[in-house]
């Protein structure tokens, strides 16, 4: 993890991060770990914030798409402003969906920015190969888990479509749901686990991410449902901790039911980028304000995981 007295080069006083063991914690504890999504430099530091005075362990989580699209900057410039607002022991740097092939069906050199997130000292990295046949999902997860292990770094990647960051109007949500079409088949979830050494696994169980293009990314969010025993099924073949994309909206019954059937990191975008954009007009003390006062809300109202730090660091000594 970087620490906050690593003031030194680049990378250079990273140590092994703990990450791993607190995923694998708050699955045994049966708890989650938010991953709030920073698409905004400036919404970093009041994140950081909520999540200290609650004593909540979480993710600061930075996509691609939010450089190339929103004003993330960089690897190196969230690396920066993490450096620079990092309080305490409650968060944790999370490099979110680098994709192999990207919402606009462009291909990514993923193994050049996860390379620079690496030395960049990142927690924890995810590889986002959801868009391709099952077998080139897999070669270019292996790939990625042997670059972050030499760095001690834990490997999130995805199966199945959680759909959503795509600029097209989204298939119509009830006939998704019942349909199942593009949930993480629990078989190939094995075999993905078991041929790729994954830490963690992103599934697709009625969860969408919240829209970015620029013609929807104001839009009301849908309320996902999420198919619990279908997670159980994924659940009963996976041993790895499972990650639950697209958490805005989600009411909140699903997404703590989904907590006890596996999900130990949920990742929240929509629900603090809007707050921050539409409060923006006023100043930006204002939109760092509302990304505060909504972070608090997540944290202790919709996912009661304030906390969470203390129980997760103590459990994650005694982890297996
Ligand atoms: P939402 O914007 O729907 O919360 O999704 C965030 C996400 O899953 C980022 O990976």
């Avoid at 990273?14 to 708050?26: F, I, N, Q």
């Avoid at 697709?204 to 198919?227: C, F, P, T, Y």
């Amino acid at each position: 993890m970087i620490k906050a007295s690593d003031t030194g080069m680049a990378g250079e006083s990273m140590e092994s991060s703990d990450s791993r063991a607190l995923m694998r914690a708050a699955l045994r504890l049966r708890t989650v770990i938010p991953a709030f999504n920073i698409p905004y430099l400036p919404m970093m530091a009041p994140v950081v914030q909520a999540l200290t005075e609650t004593d909540c362990l979480g993710f600061i989580a930075v996509a691609r798409l939010e450089w190339e699209k929103f004003e993330a900057g960089s690897p190196a410039a969230i690396a920066d402003e993490y450096r620079r607002v990092k309080m305490g022991e409650c968060t944790r740097l999370h490099l979110d969906h680098v994709p192999v092939l990207d919402e606009d069906d462009e291909w990514v050199d993923y193994e050049a920015i996860i390379s620079d997130a690496l030395a960049l000292g990142f927690d924890s990295v995810m590889v986002d190969g959801s868009r391709l046949p099952f077998a080139e999902n897999v070669e270019a997860t292996r790939r990625v888990v042997a670059l972050a292990q030499a760095a001690g770094v834990p490997v999130e990647a995805e199966l199945g479509a959680v759909l959503g960051h795509e600029a097209g109007p989204l298939p119509p949500y009830e006939e998704l749901f019942a349909s199942g079409r593009g949930f993480t088949a629990p078989e190939e979830a094995r075999d993905f686990v078991d041929q790729t050494g994954v830490d963690w696994l992103s599934v697709a169980i009625g969860n969408v991410h919240g829209a970015i293009s620029a013609a929807r990314k104001d839009d009301e969010k849908i309320a996902a449902r999420l198919n619990v025993p279908h997670l159980d099924t994924i659940r009963a073949a996976v041993d790895a901790p499972l990650v639950l994309h697209g958490g805005s909206g989600i009411p909140q019954d699903y997404v703590r039911e989904a907590v006890l059937h596996g999900i130990a990191k949920v990742n929240v975008g929509t629900a603090i980028r809007q707050p921050y954009e539409q409060a923006l007009p006023r100043s930006v003390e204002a939109a760092r304000e509302a990304v505060y006062t909504r972070t608090l809300e997540v944290v202790r109202d919709e996912l009661g995981v304030a906390g969470t730090a203390t129980l997760l660091r103590g459990g994650s000594s005694t982890a297996a």
